[in-house]
């Protein structure tokens, strides 16, 4: 399975954003799917899951009430809109995919990440 990221970019705090992840597979809705960051100098972290059916998902504090987790089986595309943007939000943003990885809390493809800088 292959992933590409797309969506990021520069934007001012308040601002919003939509991530966009596409997978290769045709079986794009045998897996669960998630949006995972890390910042300069700090480990990557958890911000948002979903089961393979979208009947579950799973959110950071941090972004808890900010930011939306979704999918489209038909388009083999996850998304990640991004609202009430801040500073501490900046960071390479990647998506992973993985067969019940939402209760292994495991995935097995990534992508490639992309850069989401927000500015104060």
């Known amino acids: 399975v292959q992933l590409q990221a797309s969506g990021g970019g520069l934007m001012q705090a308040g601002g919003s954003l939509r991530l966009s992840c596409a997978a290769s597979?045709?079986?794009?809705?045998?897996?669960?799917m998630g949006w995972f960051r890390q910042a300069p100098g700090k480990e990557r972290e958890s911000v948002a899951t979903i089961s393979w059916s979208a009947g579950r998902t799973w959110y950071a504090d941090s972004v808890k009430g900010r930011f939306t987790i979704s999918r489209n089986n038909a388009k083999n595309t996850m998304y990640l809109q991004m609202n009430s943007l801040k500073p501490e939000d900046t960071a390479v943003y990647y998506c992973?995919?993985?067969?019940?990885?939402?209760?292994?809390?495991?995935?097995?493809?990534w992508g490639q990440g992309t850069l989401v800088t927000v500015s104060s």
């Open positions: 992973a995919a993985g067969v019940r990885s939402y209760d292994r809390d495991e995935y097995d493809y």
């Open positions: 597979t045709r079986t794009f809705y045998n897996y669960d």
